[in-house]
């Protein structure tokens, strides 16, 4: 069985803070895949990122970025500059041999002005 | 460039009414089709998915069901809704089985 943990339930910053969050998980294929999404106060899920588990090169996007680390199963995220519009509930996935999505509870980010 | 539409985004209805949700995709063929449910302040519960047209698999048994008239077409339904059925439902499609991408979502209140 899969499973995703965001130990972190909710962090405050105050904006231009950097924030990261943890994401941890545990699986028995071999061949999987991870994900970070960002979900507004509107609701929809925006995907942000997808890795193969045979790539571990660090990832960046802008603001964003992502640290990969297959021996310790993390794939943790990292808002640098922090703005209010990241504020947002944040989900890590994954997904496996059986192609289901498997998301961690989430973490809310709240950046104050 | 692909799209997904839910509608209604929002629906009050009373205990016991039926329920229709409808999801629909843009621009790919052939795509797998999801539904979960968010419960508030809670993470996302798979409930079907589809592999195609008329194919479709339950995760969670309850008072649900799930149908793919099209290929592109999904929709979600039940004859008597329950309180607990009350959430924010999200569709979500995928080509190659891994990522899915989802759609604006429809918040359900059963009162």
């Known amino acids: 069985a899969q499973k995703v943990t965001q130990a972190q339930t909710e962090i405050s910053v105050v904006e231009k803070e950097d924030v990261t969050l943890d994401c941890v998980y545990e699986t028995r294929d071999t061949t999987y895949y991870l994900f970070w999404y960002k979900q507004p106060p509107s609701g929809e899920l925006v995907f942000l990122i997808r890795r193969n588990s045979f790539d571990e090169q660090n990832e960046i996007s802008g603001r964003y970025s992502w640290n990969f680390q297959k021996s310790t199963s993390s794939f943790n995220f990292t808002i640098t500059a922090s703005q209010v519009v990241d504020s947002a509930v944040y989900f890590c996935a994954l997904s496996g041999g059986d192609y289901k999505l498997s998301f961690g509870a989430g973490t809310t980010v709240t950046v104050r002005a | ?111």
């Open chain 2, 1 to 111: 460039s692909q799209t997904i539409h839910q509608w209604p985004a929002t629906l009050v209805q009373p205990v016991g009414s039926p329920l229709s949700l409808e999801c629909t995709v843009e621009g790919t063929s052939n795509p797998n089709l999801y539904w979960y449910r968010q419960a508030a302040g809670r993470g996302l519960q798979l409930l079907f998915y589809s592999v195609g047209i008329g194919q479709i698999s339950s995760e969670v048994p309850q008072n649900l069901s799930a149908s793919r008239p099209q290929d592109r077409q999904f929709i979600l339904s039940s004859k008597k809704l329950l309180l607990s059925d009350s959430g924010f439902y999200l569709c979500a499609w995928s080509v190659d089985r891994h990522t899915q991408y989802f759609g604006p979502g429809t918040r359900l209140t059963v009162l």
